[in-house]
């Protein structure tokens, strides 16, 4: 079994086992295509074709494997899944491509170059901005493909899992602010939001259409 195969084995070990297990040591794998730099305002320098090409990858696979090394470079297998549908569903959403949705943005961002989600140039919906390594790319074939099937139940966006856990650790220790935007009573929330694998182990996250955000 090869490096690649063996990640996409243990996304979707992790994908079935419910994404609560945590990856201590985290082996990103080599870069994938050329070293870029980012420009003064905040963009990368670098035609995203000739880096795609360069990479050995198609358009779409690259873009977002560049949007899981920004976004969430460090996190386990199952965050990189998750995020990558997102995206993927909210390029769909729109009607768009992934590439287009990544490098689409206000300003100067919006001129299909890949760079950070608030870049001084311009907003964009995700942060395109780091080179990608094996292991983003392989999250990224597995999404792209569909070789691993969506556990978002539809997300569009999404949200920091460990930001979201803080977030349900404040309502469940009996923060009313917390509990209230949350919309769930104390007890409740701490078993219902805590992200899967995040910083806070017990319990999962509820997924929701609209992302991680726990609105629903």
């Not at 996304?11 to 945590?22: C, F």
């Not at 969430?72 to 996190?75: E, I, R, T, V, Y």
């Not at 311009?122 to 919906?125: C, E, I, Q, R």
């Given at each position: 079994m090869n490096r690649g195969a063996l990640v996409l084995v243990v996304?979707?070990?992790?994908?079935?086992?419910?994404?609560?297990?945590?990856i201590d040591r985290l082996t990103n794998g080599g870069r994938v295509g050329p070293r870029t730099?980012?420009?003064?305002?905040?963009?990368?320098?670098g035609n995203p074709i000739d880096l795609a090409t360069a990479a050995g990858l198609d358009l779409d696979t690259y873009s977002l494997a560049r949007a899981l090394s920004s976004e969430?470079?460090?996190?386990p297998d199952a965050y990189l899944v998750a995020v990558g549908w997102a995206i993927r569903n909210y390029a769909a959403e729109r009607?768009?491509?992934i590439f287009a949705v990544l490098?689409?943005?206000a300003g100067d961002a919006g001129d299909w170059l890949y760079g950070e989600q608030k870049a001084a140039a311009?907003?964009?919906?995700a942060s395109t901005s780091q080179d990608p390594f094996e292991r983003h790319v392989t999250a990224a074939v597995a999404v792209v493909s569909g070789a691993t099937p969506d556990p978002t139940g539809g997300a569009a966006h999404f949200f920091s899992p460990r930001t979201q856990d803080k977030l349900a650790a404040k309502a469940a220790d009996g923060d009313a602010r917390y509990a209230k935007y949350l919309g769930r009573d104390a007890a409740s929330v701490?078993?219902?939001?805590?992200?899967p694998g995040g910083s806070i182990p017990k319990g999962r996250s509820r997924w929701c259409r609209r992302g991680w955000i726990p609105r629903c």
């Open positions: 996304v979707l070990v992790v994908l079935l086992l419910g994404g609560d297990a945590v730099e980012l420009r003064d305002d905040g963009l990368v320098d969430h470079g460090q996190d009607g768009s491509s490098t689409d943005g311009g907003t964009k919906y701490d078993a219902r939001w805590r992200a």
